[in-house]
Nanobody, 122 residues
Framework: QVQLVESGGGLVQAGGSLRLSCAAS????????MGWFRQAPGKEREFVAA????????RYADSVEGRFTISRDNAKNTVYLQMNSLKHEETAVYYC???????????????WGQGTQVTASS
């Protein structure tokens, strides 16, 4: 049974930083591209960032480029999202996802976590 468990969400002032973690189990972690998505109230879920198993390729949404960094530790079956200079409008539930595709992409993910709430107060 595949499980993706996010942690690290919380309340931060706009302009602050948070680091999200996602621990994966029940799958061969290095077979999967890992991604982060978010969904704000009343909006559709959107792609944030993704990383290949070998860490040789990453992709970011234009809105977070230069402020967010995705990374992974294959020995710990964990993917991270470092978020700096958070904006109030980035308040959302952040989801971790796993994709069996070889290259990073923004849709078509196979497995999803339950999400962690991130609130950036204005």
């Amino acid at each position: 049974q595949v499980q993706l468990v996010e942690s690290g969400g919380g309340l931060v002032q706009a302009g602050g930083s948070l680091r999200l973690s996602c621990a994966a189990s029940g799958l061969t972690f290095t077979n999967y591209v890992m991604g982060w998505f978010r969904q704000a109230p009343g909006k559709e879920r959107e792609f944030v960032a993704a990383i290949t198993w070998s860490v040789d390729s990453t992709r970011y949404a234009d809105s977070v480029e230069g402020r967010f960094t995705i990374s992974r530790d294959n020995a710990k079956n964990t993917v991270y999202l470092q978020m700096n200079s958070l904006k109030h409008e980035e308040t959302a539930v952040y989801y971790c996802a796993a994709d069996g595709n070889v290259e990073v992409r923004e849709r078509g993910y196979d497995y999803w976590g339950q999400g962690t709430q991130v609130t950036a107060s204005s």
